[in-house]
């Protein structure tokens, strides 16, 4: 730091102290800091984000009913309850994370939350039918967590919170006197207290579900929540469910699943150069999977200690795949690609650089 800037530095924090205002926010660009820990997130979001769920972030999770957005907020939590990645993008498991789970729509099943390996009396659930008992509860649970534990790690999951209405649209019935847009002001103004208050120095992740709704007078569709919840939101990735897994047992179907879009839309977390647009998964009544064990794509590459698969080329219509393996070709089906990084312990490369590594936890 040239001497200048450190004088300047030294000078504005005497500002700050005099003005009785925390000087430890005063920095210059070397202080900007990435997310303080992580949630692990599926494996699918993962490659999607290129990261995890990013403490000091907000994520928003959008998607129209039946799609699979209770399904991630369930799968954060789990793994919320047993560890986290701190700042250096390694894993410490413990059982410190404090998760606030804010239910609105009063569809959360405990029975389903035990099948998926969560211990409900570990999580904080507040029930809310309004904006404002949400963001009260939310407040004052962070206020007693904070106040406790000044370092503790906090993921808050608001299940939903765009079709969620106002205290005062709940309160009157809809007629002219009505105003419209309530919800959606009351939804900017919690976001932006509780950025404000909470997440701008201590260690809270926001995962915000929130629905969609076709686009009437346009194609697409819409989510939620208006503006202010775009604006918030540091990653928005929208699921979309294109049809259901089923099988067949003594002549009748069932349905054990269903198969899920998740396409990315918004991604300030975003280190690579590129990142995926979209990608498919399915959900079943354990969690979230992927549609294969590994992503089979050209130019994918998979490593076992030294050892290094680069796939090459891989025909869809015919099943073939021509796989390098340490500078010689070979040719075989996508099974038996699959079969073989399986069987000598092949991890995928996400990404070049770094930190593709925190990501094959």
Request: glycine share 6%.
């Amino acid at each position: 730091m040239s001497k200048n800037i450190k004088d300047l530095m030294s000078k504005l924090k005497k500002v700050y102290k005099a003005k009785k205002r925390d000087d430890d926010i005063v920095g210059t660009g070397a202080n900007i800091l990435p997310p303080t820990f992580y949630i692990k997130a599926p494996k699918p979001l993962q490659r999607l984000m290129g990261c995890h769920f990013p403490g000091r972030r907000i994520i928003q999770v959008s998607g129209r009913p039946n799609s699979g957005k209770t399904s991630t907020a369930m799968e954060a939590i789990r793994e919320a309850q047993k560890g986290y990645f701190d700042q250096d993008k390694k894993y410490v498991e413990s059982e410190d994370v404090i998760v606030i789970f804010v239910d609105t729509e009063k569809k959360f099943s405990i029975d389903r939350a035990i099948r998926m390996g969560i211990d409900p009396d570990r999580m904080l659930k507040i029930d809310a039918s309004t904006i404002e008992e949400a963001a009260f509860g939310i407040e004052q649970s962070l206020e007693l967590i904070f106040s406790e534990t000044p370092k503790a790690k906090v993921l808050v999951i608001i299940d939903s919170v765009g079709n969620t209405p106002s205290a005062q649209e709940a309160d009157k019935n809809i007629d002219e006197t009505t105003q419209l847009a309530l919800s959606p002001k009351a939804i900017k103004r919690m976001l932006r207290v509780i950025n404000t208050r909470y997440m701008s120095k201590k260690d809270v992740c926001m995962l915000l579900i929130n629905t969609s709704y076709a686009n009437i007078g346009s194609v697409g569709q819409v989510n939620s929540g208006g503006s202010g919840m775009e604006y918030q939101s540091s990653i928005i990735i929208q699921l979309t469910r294109i049809g259901d897994i089923l099988v067949t047992r003594a002549g009748e179907k069932y349905v054990k699943g269903i198969k899920a879009k998740a396409t990315l839309t918004k991604n300030h977390n975003q280190v690579a150069d590129m990142s995926l647009k979209y990608i498919q998964f399915e959900i079943e009544a354990d969690g979230i999977k992927s549609l294969d064990s590994f992503n089979i794509k050209n130019g994918n590459s998979f490593t076992s200690g030294e050892d290094k698969i680069i796939i090459d080329k891989f025909n869809t219509k015919k099943d073939e795949v021509t796989y390098v393996l340490n500078g010689t070709a070979y040719n075989c089906t996508k099974a038996e690609i699959i079969t073989i990084l399986e069987n000598d312990n092949y991890e995928e490369v996400i990404k070049e650089g770094d930190s593709e590594e925190w990501l094959r936890i």
